[in-house]
């Protein structure tokens, strides 16, 4: 896994279409956490070998300042999966920090995936295991096999769900993205977030929802990201810059969460180191380790998004 990305904010993850020199170059210019060029669904079929070196100049020439920064290759069932990773990590450099696999059925798609990184970063001379892996679920057996997905490789740093082709690999009678697959007493997501969400993090892996197709309602994005966002997702796609403004707003901590958990962090220091306690009183609330973990993530996603400690 890289260890550069694992600790980094997921709250906006950039998509960009890898067949597009105008879109790969205004890519970096977007206020987002995490950016990947796309090699799969954006790109059409005889578009897909010619888009390896436009990914590969844009990767090594554009500066992505700090982001996450992820190429998504072509699943396992294409022609492509084994030409994307050998051509284009093969030729990336080290500021490539992941792959995305979409189309995830079984953990063993995962493993394959590790052992060609292994052999390509070998050859191209990046250090051992640098390369992280994101996983997508997008189909009811990838669904599953969450579980074992999540656990197939140390390599993997975050688990993505893929609403648009899940809904085709399941059936649902719907033609786009929209929140309106978020309202009614019982909604046709509710199983699966809370699955992705708990086997992502019995894995210590980032949970991202992903892309909310009706671009222009900002609203209704707002709205759709904030169910994912209450469930303890990290983050979700953005199609456009717009739609990842709105995510780094909503998958950020309130104030309030942000200066409790670096009171929280503070009291947990002195319980630690002064107090020589694992477990201390915060006002009402016991903490311990665990506290001062949830804590530690908040703190970094309002770091990320410029906030600081309120004085008063
Ligand atoms: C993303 O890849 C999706 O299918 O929603
Ligand atoms: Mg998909």
Known sequence: MSQRSRPLPRRSCLSTPGSSERFLAKAPTATADFSFL??????????????????????????????????????????????DVIDVVGRAGERLDEVMLPKVRRASDVVALDLLL????????????????????????GLINVEEICAASPRLESIVFGPADFAASIGMPVTTIDETLHQGPSTPFSYVFAKILMAGRA????????????????????????????????????????????LNEVYSPSQELFDKSLDILDAYRRATQEQLTGAVMFGDEMIDEASAKIATSFVARGRRSGMTRSTS
């Open 203 to 246: 894995n210590g892996l980032h949970v991202i929802d992903g892309p909310f197709l009706k671009v222009r309602d900002l609203d209704a994005l707002r709205y759709a990201a904030g169910i994912t966002a209450a469930y303890g997702f990290d983050g979700k796609w953005a199609l456009t810059p717009d739609q990842a403004a709105v």
């Open 38 to 83: 796309d090699l799969e669904d954006s790109v059409a079929p005889k578009e897909k070998v010619a888009a390896r070196d436009k990914v590969v100049a844009a990767l090594r020439t554009l500066d992505w300042d700090d982001r996450v920064l992820c190429v998504r290759v072509n699943a396992w069932d294409t022609p492509w999966t084994y030409g």
């Open 118 to 141: 292994s052999q390509v970063e070998r050859n191209a001379g990046l250090p051992e295991g640098h390369v992280g892996i994101e996983a997508q679920i997008e189909t009811a057996e």
